[in-house]
């Protein structure tokens, strides 16, 4: 079976690469995260958390290797291995007492494991892909915030303009004075769509990464079983049908 190890490399150098970017255009993106501290924080926090649930995806992996690998050695004391979690339902159906490598099982058994195998998995990446899209969610969100902020602080300017004065300089310095917040709900809107739609583009290639090695880990697990199984339907009083 494939090693996750090489799935870690790229996604911590993709991270890596990410930083680095970051860091070389620090001061426009503090600027951005600073229109509206409270609100990018969350977006950030949500993503940190997302990368921390793909990693984990993952690593998750490393376990159930192990179980195979002991598994496969013939040796007995199984018990003694953390019993696995995405394959527990393998680890249910052969036993302890199942001789390693010659265990038998039936076509509709087997097709069970696999499905109840794939279904656990399907529920890990369900909840990255549901931090994706609260990260677009998020960005959006902020976006009318800050355009409903914008609105209304430019309707309260609009209104609050006495045209009556003759002088034009003074009518113009509030109008300039007044527009500071618009500008500030507009840098909101901007900010928090950038962050929003940035860590959704990080998270989700992150995923794509996590995805495929849980599918090179599935797909290795099906030709291991399929290789050293002896697949049987019993009908008729217990006839083996190859």
Wanted: charged share 15%; hydrophobic share 45%; no cysteine.
């Amino acid at each position: 079976m494939s090693n996750p190890k090489h799935t870690l490399f790229w996604m911590t150098l993709f991270l890596g690469v990410v930083i680095i970017v970051g860091a070389l255009i620090h001061k426009p993106l503090i600027s951005a995260f600073m229109a509206n501290w409270v609100f990018n924080l969350l977006i950030l926090s949500v993503l940190i958390i997302g990368i921390g649930l793909t990693y984990r995806q993952v690593f998750v992996l490393f376990p159930e290797l192990k179980w195979i690998a002991q598994f496969r050695t013939g040796h007995t004391g199984l018990s003694v291995v953390q019993e696995p979690r995405l394959l527990k339902p393998l680890a249910r159906q052969l036993g302890e007492d199942t001789k390693r490598d010659r265990f038998t099982l039936s076509t509709l058994s087997l097709r069970t494991v696999l499905d109840g195998i794939h279904s656990r998995m399907d529920e890990q990446r369900e909840i990255t892909r549901y931090f994706i899209s609260l990260l677009v969610f998020l960005g959006l969100l902020g976006t009318f915030w800050g355009l409903l902020g914008t609105i209304n602080s430019v309707g309260q300017v609009i209104t609050g303009l006495d045209m009556s004065q003759q002088d034009f300089g003074t009518v113009f310095a509030e109008l300039q004075e007044g527009l500071l917040t618009p500008l500030e709900g507009m840098g909101t809107a901007f900010s928090s769509s950038l962050l929003g739609l940035g860590g959704s583009l990080i998270l989700g290639f992150l995923d794509i990464q996590a995805g495929h090695a849980q599918n090179r880990f599935y797909d290795g697990l099906e030709e291991w079983l399929t290789g050293v199984t002896n697949l049987v339907d019993r009908v008729d009083g217990g006839k083996d049908l190859s």
